[in-house]
T-cell receptor
Framework: NAGVTQTPKFQVLKTGQSMTLQCAQD?????MYWYRQDPGMGLRLIYY???????DKGEVPNGYNVSRLNKREFSLRLESAAPSQTSVYFC?????????????FGPGTRLLVL | AQSVTQLDSQVPVFEEAPVELRCNYS??????LFWYVQYPNQGLQLLLK??????LVKGINGFEAEFNKSQTSFHLRKPSVHISDTAEYFC????????????FGTGTRLKVLA
């Protein structure tokens, strides 16, 4: 079991460029999440998908789009990157949607926007 | 809306000494509470969680936490720390069970000194 995998591990973009962060889980989880982590701010939820075919905005969705491609995969797209999007991005998954479940995190993608 | 406060951004402690990392949450009728640990350059992993029942929760690596409803706290403790416990620790609360959203604190960086 690989758990939650993310690609790429690192990325440098110029302002205005676009990119897609990929996430996949092999635990047959229903729910998947995208967070960003910034110093002194903890983790903030960007988007989540409660189940295949559904997505919802989190706390900081502006400038991002997501796709729940299938049960395993949940991608995050930056259409026009801005320096404010420099951050570490984490994908996570959980079994269900009751709020009791443990979240399992990927290793993160470190993004620098110049 | 639910919120989580971790007042200590950094906690230095000598090896084999006890440690307490503090977490307070805003009042709610029902709440699920979590502690996650993040080792350098890794994703988060679950240490322990409180769902219901006994207010003293034991987790991995010798950590435990106590749920105190009257003080809306969920402090993390370890009686004797090791160098390998050096990491960042995040408290999280499930915001209204069933909404799939987890609110994370800003994190406490534990540094264990030899």
């Amino acid at each position: 079991n690989a758990g939650v995998t993310q690609t790429p591990k690192f990325q440098v973009l110029k302002t205005g460029q676009s990119m897609t962060l990929q996430c996949a889980q092999d635990m047959n989880h229903n729910s998947m999440y995208w967070y960003r982590q910034d110093p002194g701010m903890g983790l903030r939820l960007i988007y989540y998908s409660a189940s295949e075919g559904t997505t919802d905005k989190g706390e900081v969705p502006n400038g991002y789009n997501v796709s729940r491609l299938n049960k395993r995969e949940f991608s995050l797209r930056l259409e026009s990157a801005a320096p404010s999007q420099t951050s570490v991005y984490f994908c996570a998954s959980s079994e269900g949607v009751s709020g009791r479940e443990t979240q399992y995190f990927g290793p993160g993608t470190r993004l620098l926007v110049l | 809306a639910q919120s989580v406060t971790q007042l200590d951004s950094q906690v230095p402690v000598f090896e084999e000494a006890p440690v307490e990392l503090r977490c307070n949450y805003s009042s709610s009728v029902s709440v699920y509470l979590f502690w996650y640990v993040q080792y350098p350059n890794q994703g988060l992993q679950l240490l322990l969680k409180y769902l219901s029942g006994s207010t003293l929760v034991k987790g991995i690596n010798g950590f435990e936490a106590e749920f105190n409803k009257s003080q809306t706290s969920f402090h993390l403790r370890k009686p004797s720390v090791h160098i390998s416990d050096t990491a960042e620790y995040f408290c999280a609360v499930s915001d209204r069970p069933g909404t799939y959203k987890y609110i994370f604190g800003t994190g406490t960086r534990l540094k264990v000194l030899a």
